[in-house]
């Protein structure tokens, strides 16, 4: 092992401070891609199948909670969060926002939606 993958690995497997021990990030970006997921549905620029597909992706990066449960999905339960953020990344990229309803939701008064 190189001196930089020992000196970085362990942060990188250390939980955010706050969480309680045994808890894998993996379950807090599960919690993040639900709520990008519910963003995504109530947004006017980005069709709600992306938002169902973050949600889809979070749930399963939430079995991270459990330990046991996630050692017993593997790998399945990563297949929803990559085919997630996977087709997010991609429609983005290629097709992006709608700039059309970006712009009169910019410029018009009230509440919205």
């Known amino acids: 092992m190189s ?3 020992s000196s970085v690995l362990p942060m ?5 401070p706050g969480a309680p021990a045994g808890i894998s990030p993996l379950a807090f970006f599960g919690a993040y891609c639900l709520l990008i997921g519910v ?8 069709p709600g199948f ?3 597909l973050m949600m889809f992706g979070g749930l399963g ?5 459990s330990p046991a449960l996630a050692g017993h999905l593997k790998p399945f339960n990563f297949i929803p969060g990559i085919i997630g953020e996977l087709v997010l990344t991609v429609w983005l990229l ?5 700039v059309e309803r970006w712009r009169a939701q910019a410029s018009g008064p009230g509440p919205h939606r």
Not at 61 to 65: A, M, N, S, V
Request: a positive charge; hydrophobic letters at 55%.
């Open 39 to 46: 963003l995504i549905l109530r947004s006017t620029f980005l």
């Open 50 to 52: 992306l938002g169902l």
């Open 3 to 5: 001196a930089w993958s």
């Open 94 to 98: 290629v097709k992006g926002v709608d």
């Open 61 to 65: 990066w939430l079995t991270f909670l």
């Open 12 to 16: 990188v497997r250390r939980s955010p």
